[in-house]
């Protein structure tokens, strides 16, 4: 499994430790917090052959962001959040969320570190678009999942018009329940290169050099994916701009030896990872039967195309992906996704915003596809500031997923008001 040295970790330190030292910085404290209504006539996401259930809940999401910066040399801010929710007569479906990221950076003439770290804990039955739960929909009863990230980098500007960007990204999956849910804790680590220089005032060019590897202990699976993409840019002024990343990708994965079939009441049987048994007698297979390691190597594109335009009062942001990312079920896949938001302004106090979001994803490794799903959102958010520290949401959310190995629908039908408050910050200079 691929780790990285502790070096770049400990420059990183004495970055920040060199920080802290400098004078006439800015401190920083940002509480907010609000509170929430809402009903939901499919919490959990279940099929409809599975008696999806309707609640009214309340949601109480506390904030509180620290941070101190120098301008122009330094900053470290610790960003965290809290989301717990309660469901009327529907204790297995409450949940207890949180969130918390670290960043820190620092600048040179033409350097430029950062770190972040960040932890996070939520349930399947979170399916806020922000914070939604890659899991949400997929098992019927409730369980955690917890993410812990670190991710370094390096920005080098060589000159005004050339900048290479080195970035190191090493996330650790686990869950609370992971064998009657199928669930597979893993690690995902990837390492990334990226050079572009601007040709002309409007275009850059250049490219990013990828290698991830993804590691799941419990069924000794790996996979390793390298990219190599072409990346564009196009500012088309100051308030819109064109993104295209193309490329090639290589998805290496080895499968250890497993057993395949088994012999149950005179029958024979699939066991766990395999789809289908051989039309064998009986007396012919030994029991249990074995399917040896088998490697495999699956080629594809990478795609990430992007554009944005906004103005005073209106803004357009559209995305299309297709990229490798790995499974819940420890193996991996490939997504194919597009979203569209739509915001605008219409006074000074309300302001609104349409999103649609659309994805698919299918196994190309680590044979278990009983998450590959496609899944359509669409949600409406109106905002109404009331005074300089208050504001009103309404919101609705509609999601459908359809689980492709089972051809099994859900549907959720969602609304939210939500009352927040952001005290004025408390900033200090020493």
């Known amino acids: 499994m691929m780790r990285f040295n502790s070096v770049a970790f400990n420059v990183f330190a004495f970055y920040v430790l060199i920080s802290t030292a400098a004078q006439a910085a800015e401190w920083k404290l940002e509480p907010s917090a609000s509170i929430r209504g809402q009903y939901n006539d499919n919490v959990g996401m279940r099929n409809e052959n599975n008696n999806p259930v309707s609640s009214t809940g309340y949601t109480l999401i506390p904030k509180i962001k620290f941070s101190i910066e120098e301008q122009n040399l330094w900053d470290v801010s610790l960003n965290t959040r809290g989301k717990f929710t309660r469901y009327q007569n529907l204790d297995d479906a409450d949940s207890n969320n949180v969130f918390a990221k670290f960043d820190s950076g620092r600048k040179t003439e033409r350097a430029a570190y950062r770190l972040n770290a960040s932890y996070t804990r939520n349930t399947n039955f979170d399916d806020d678009f922000d914070t939604q739960s890659p899991i949400a929909g997929l098992v019927d009863n409730k369980t955690e999942r917890k993410t812990v990230t670190f991710s370094p980098s390096i920005r080098w500007n060589s000159s005004q018009t050339s900048v290479a960007i080195l970035s190191v990204n090493i996330t650790d999956i686990s869950?609370?329940?992971?064998?009657?849910?199928?669930l597979r804790g893993y690690t995902n680590d990837n390492i990334s290169f990226r050079a572009y220089r601007q040709l002309l005032e409007k275009h850059s060019l250049g490219f990013t050099a990828s290698y991830t590897e993804q590691d799941t202990p419990s069924i000794e699976f790996t996979a390793n994916t390298a990219a190599l993409n072409l990346d564009y840019t196009y500012k088309v002024n100051q308030r819109s701009s064109l993104e295209l990343s193309l490329g090639a990708r290589r998805v290496k994965s080895f499968t250890p030896d497993e057993p395949a079939c088994d012999?149950?009441?005179?029958?024979?049987?699939?066991?766990?990872?395999?789809?289908?048994?051989?039309?064998?007698p009986p007396l012919i297979i030994s029991v249990p039967t074995v399917i040896e390691g088998l490697d495999s190597v699956n080629d594809g594109t990478v795609i990430n195309l992007s554009y944005s335009i906004q103005d005073e009062?209106?803004?357009?942001?559209?995305?299309i992906a297709r990229n490798v990312v790995p499974s819940s079920t420890g193996s991996v896949q490939e997504q194919r996704a597009a979203n569209y938001r739509f915001g605008?302004?219409?006074?000074?106090?309300?302001?609104?915003?349409?999103?649609?979001?659309?994805?698919?994803t299918t196994v190309i490794g680590g044979g278990d596809s009983s998450n590959d799903r496609t899944r359509y959102r669409v949600d409406?958010?109106?905002?109404?500031?009331?005074?300089?520290?208050?504001s009103l949401n309404f919101k609705y959310s509609y999601i459908y997923q359809n689980i492709t190995n089972t051809d099994e629908d859900s549907r959720s039908n969602a609304i939210y008001i939500n009352l927040s408050l952001n005290w004025p910050k408390l900033a200090t200079t020493y």
């Open 380 to 390: 409406s958010t109106v905002r109404y500031k009331l005074t300089r520290d208050w």
């Open 313 to 319: 009062n209106n803004s357009h942001n559209f995305n």
């Open 344 to 360: 605008i302004k219409s006074t000074e106090k309300i302001s609104s915003d349409i999103l649609f979001d659309g994805s698919e």
């Open 263 to 280: 012999i149950q009441g005179g029958s024979i049987v699939p066991l766990d990872g395999a789809d289908e048994c051989p039309n064998f």
């Open 175 to 182: 869950y609370e329940e992971v064998t009657s849910l199928n």
